[in-house]
């Protein structure tokens, strides 16, 4: 597309007048890859809790923020050194043309609502994880994102930064070794607490709440929003919400992505998905989220990711292979390994700045393309440990051959909400 062409339908989507040109971003003109001082890319953040207020620095000149509850939009407000503006709904934020990202950081039940809600009003997205709630909330946010032509980022970066959990280094040189086939194929990933994951059982809900008086700083309705009514009690809410179904999905819910979202990419299955999820778990309560033992995702040519909640397996490898594997820590049995790594040609850049991404209009490296199949893992695991029981999936059409599986990948939302 021309950078005229470009330039026209950035105003046509949001309504920028003639006199308002000096807003309009470089990359929109043709402008350089580098921000000047005096075209810094603007933000809002939509939910100010804990999360919210840890990225109040990120990507941008924050000109707003957005929550529900008035006590963390004033926390977020003494953090700041100048004054931004607040909202309680967020669908008055995003009617604002002078915000160029919108980072969503609320419960997840809210990420696919907003996510599409901020596409359409022709804002770039920073999402927190898990991305979405459902398989199906997960592919409307990738359609929205392809109409409204928008960058979306999803907010965990251990395929492509950091250190991943037990090996003590990125995933880069691990990704080297399985590209190159080092160990083998097909290979198994096992996410254990002898691998170096942490499954967080204690995001557990409880199962005896007892209605409480809302509190006056809280607009709860509108914290519930699509989810199901249920009384209020403090212990569904902010720091506390990952432990019910409602709005997130326990431990797995919480790290899931965290996790699986490198093996997802080691595996080399950012565009797919598993074709059967067996589960060994505890029944699981109708509201309240629980700790389980197992779940094992099998995909097409036999790859596995094996989620060891009970951390039976004292001798797991984090990826074995027919030919090889690789231990917490980067230990192996094979040889030389620290020299074959150097030897081995790097796999494929990524871009891996979202204000890159959002100038040059370039797909960031974690998006809401394999975002997408890396949430799936973990909303397909959420079916399996609900029902009790092991299913089978079709990565193309994203549909189970288990009817009852089938309605859990579209679930109704309450009142005037809907997708």
Not at 267 to 294: F, N, Y
Request: hydrophobic share 40%.
């Amino acid at each position: 597309m021309s950078v005229i062409n470009n330039r026209r339908k950035f105003l046509k989507n949001l309504g920028v007048a003639a006199s308002a040109f000096s807003i309009v971003p470089s990359y929109v003109l043709g402008g350089t890859k580098h921000i000047a001082p005096s075209d810094k890319l603007t933000k809002a953040i939509i939910g100010v809790g804990g999360m919210g207020r840890g990225h109040i620095g990120y990507e941008g000149e924050l000109l707003a923020i957005c929550d529900v509850d008035t006590k963390h939009l004033a926390k977020a407000q003494s953090m700041l050194d100048r004054k931004v503006d607040t909202y309680a709904d967020y669908r008055e934020l995003l009617e604002r043309k002078d915000i160029d990202v919108v980072h969503i950081a609320t419960p997840p039940h809210w990420h696919a609502l907003m996510a599409i809600a901020a596409a359409k009003s022709g804002k770039d997205i920073w999402c927190e994880k898990p991305m979405t709630r459902t398989v199906g909330e997960g592919m409307a946010v990738q359609k929205a994102v392809a109409q409204y032509d928008c960058m979306f980022r999803l907010n965990t970066w251990f395929r492509f930064d950091s250190n991943f959990y037990g090996m003590g280094v990125p995933v880069k040189p691990i990704k080297k070794l399985v590209q190159n086939r080092v160990f083998g194929w097909p290979l198994k990933i096992t996410l254990s607490a002898t691998t170096g994951f942490d499954w967080k059982f204690y995001w557990s809900g409880r199962t005896d709440l007892d209605a409480q008086v809302v509190p006056e700083s809280l607009d709860y309705n509108m914290w519930l929003g699509p989810a199901p009514f249920k009384p209020y009690n403090e212990d569904r809410v902010h720091a506390k919400f990952r432990g019910y179904w409602d709005y997130d999905g326990g431990g797995l819910g919480d790290m899931g992505q965290h996790y699986m979202d490198p093996a997802q990419y080691l595996l080399e299955k950012d565009d797919t998905s598993p074709t059967h999820i067996a589960v060994d778990t505890p029944q699981q309560h109708p509201d309240a989220a629980g700790s389980w033992r197992r779940i094992e995702y099998t995909y097409q040519d036999g790859c596995k990711i094996v989620l060891d909640g009970a951390n039976r397996d004292k001798d797991a490898a984090f990826i074995e292979g027919p030919m090889g594997k690789l231990y917490k820590g980067m230990g192996s049995d094979i040889p030389n390994l620290q020299g074959l790594i150097a030897a081995l040609p790097d796999p494929a850049p990524q871009l891996t700045s979202f204000r890159e991404a959002v100038k040059t209009r370039q797909k960031f490296a974690l998006n809401e393309m394999n975002g997408h199949r890396s949430c799936t893992l973990i909303n397909l695991g959420v079916i399996a440990l609900r029902l009790g029981r092991s299913l089978e999936f079709d990565p193309e059409s994203q549909q189970f051959t288990d009817l009852a599986a089938n309605r859990m990948i579209h679930q109704p939302m309450r009142g005037e909400w809907s997708i």
